[in-house]
């Protein structure tokens, strides 16, 4: 088990756009490994590889408590669309820690990504895995849940 430090909100490399994984990196499955160990550890529910400090489009998401049943990992994630009603939720972030914000976001994303194999996959998400994805996602853009705060909805 290798439990990484989590980047703070304080750390500019959190402000950096994250850079495409080639299909011949051979790190990502160390990466994931460390990403889900580090998440599990800190209690989260999604994880972007940038905020342990790696400037690459992984995220991994499990909303299940733990295990690898629920285990998502998902690599050049992007969203193909964004649809339904703007739902505002109240997010917290680990590298915002005691951090809560009011996030509008839509309440549906299709995502297309790319698996651990190789594989091009698309997930077609809605309630707290669509916000918990566009979450993510925003982290590998340079984007943080204060950037979505504003006074209507804090």
Same mark, same amino acid.
């Given at each position: 088990?290798?439990?990484?430090?989590?980047?703070?909100?304080?750390?500019?490399?959190?402000?950096?756009?994250?850079?495409?994984?080639?299909?011949?990196?051979?790190?990502?499955?160390?990466?994931?490994?460390?990403?889900?160990?580090?998440?599990?550890?800190?209690? %989260?529910? &999604?994880?972007?590889?940038? +905020? /342990?400090?790696?400037?690459?489009? #992984? @995220?991994?998401?499990?909303?299940? %408590?733990? &295990?690898?049943?629920?285990? +998502? /990992?998902?690599?050049?994630?992007? #969203? @193909?669309?964004?649809?339904?009603?703007?739902?505002?939720?109240?997010?917290?972030?680990?590298?915002?820690?005691?951090?809560?914000?009011?996030?509008?976001?839509?309440?549906?994303?299709h995502v297309r990504y790319r698996s651990?194999?190789?594989?091009?996959?698309?997930?077609?998400?809605?309630?707290?895995?669509?916000?918990?994805?566009?979450?993510?996602?925003?982290?590998?853009?340079?984007?943080?849940?204060?950037?979505?705060?504003?006074?209507?909805?804090?």
């Amino acid at each position: 088990m290798t439990v990484r430090k989590i980047v703070s909100s304080l750390n500019q490399l959190l402000r950096q756009r994250s850079e495409l994984v080639s299909l011949e990196d051979r790190t990502i499955g160390a990466l994931v490994k460390d990403m889900l160990d580090t998440m599990y550890a800190a209690g %989260g529910v &999604g994880l972007a590889a940038v +905020q /342990i400090g790696v400037l690459k489009q #992984v @995220i991994v998401v499990d909303l299940s %408590g733990g &295990g690898p049943r629920g285990q +998502q /990992i998902l690599i050049n994630p992007e #969203v @193909i669309k964004a649809s339904g009603e703007e739902v505002i939720f109240r997010e917290g972030c680990l590298s915002l820690p005691g951090v809560m914000v009011n996030v509008n976001r839509p309440a549906n994303v299709h995502v297309r990504y790319r698996s651990l194999d190789g594989e091009t996959c698309e997930i077609m998400a809605h309630g707290l895995l669509a916000i918990c994805l566009q979450h993510e996602i925003d982290h590998l853009n340079g984007v943080l849940i204060t950037d979505h705060a504003s006074p209507e909805i804090m």
